[in-house]
């Protein structure tokens, strides 16, 4: 008897802890800023106030990992600009289409990518209008000598009219 009365109490308790469903409008609201009263001790230099962004752009950089993954190089340059940079994991700067297209194609090609997992995919427009996503990744990376390492990386994209014009890139290896 004991445990019907729990059981009870217990499904009672969820309903009445489950509000219901007020109906939603159907109209495409505004998208607004939150607004942020909280005082930071340290503040911004860049950006603190986003918004979600465009998702086309996120899908922007997942067909950017799919051709290089594929090692469908050439498919994959139509999506920078012809000024883009590159801010590499190892402190390096890849600046211009040119100096990408020699990095896919003396690097990237001659290693294997294997078992490409995403985390987390978040377009975010700044307040000033800048796009980014912001991406969290990892990848199995075997060297043309056969060693296998995996990486973790955290990378940022500014998209400007549908075209990657900067990649921020920082990594480990996962341990």
Excluded at 10 to 19: D, E, G, Q, S, T
Excluded at 69 to 81: H, P, Q
Excluded at 101 to 125: D, H, P
Aim: glycine share 4%; proline share 3%; hydrophobic share 40%.
């Amino acid at each position: 008897m004991k445990k019907l009365i729990y059981f009870t109490a217990i499904i009672l308790i969820l309903f009445a802890c489950n509000p219901t469903a007020e109906p939603k409008n159907e109209q495409a609201s505004e998208k607004t800023l939150v607004e942020n009263s909280t005082e930071y001790i340290y503040e911004a230099t860049y950006l603190d106030q986003f918004e979600m962004g465009n998702p086309e752009n996120v899908l922007l950089v997942q067909k950017m990992h799919e051709r290089i993954l594929a090692k469908k190089f050439d498919e994959v340059y139509g999506l920078f600009s012809d000024s883009v940079v590159f801010r590499n994991a190892d402190g390096s700067t890849t600046e211009g289409i040119a100096a990408v297209k020699e990095v896919m194609e003396t690097v990237y090609s001659k290693v294997t990518f294997e078992n490409y997992r995403v985390g987390v995919n978040l377009a975010v427009t700044g307040n000033n209008g800048d796009e980014w996503v912001l991406l969290w990744d990892q990848v199995d990376v075997i060297s043309p000598e056969g060693k296998k390492t995996s990486e973790l990386y955290m990378e940022a994209f500014m998209i400007v009219e549908s075209k990657i014009v900067l990649m921020n890139q920082f990594s480990k290896p996962s341990l």
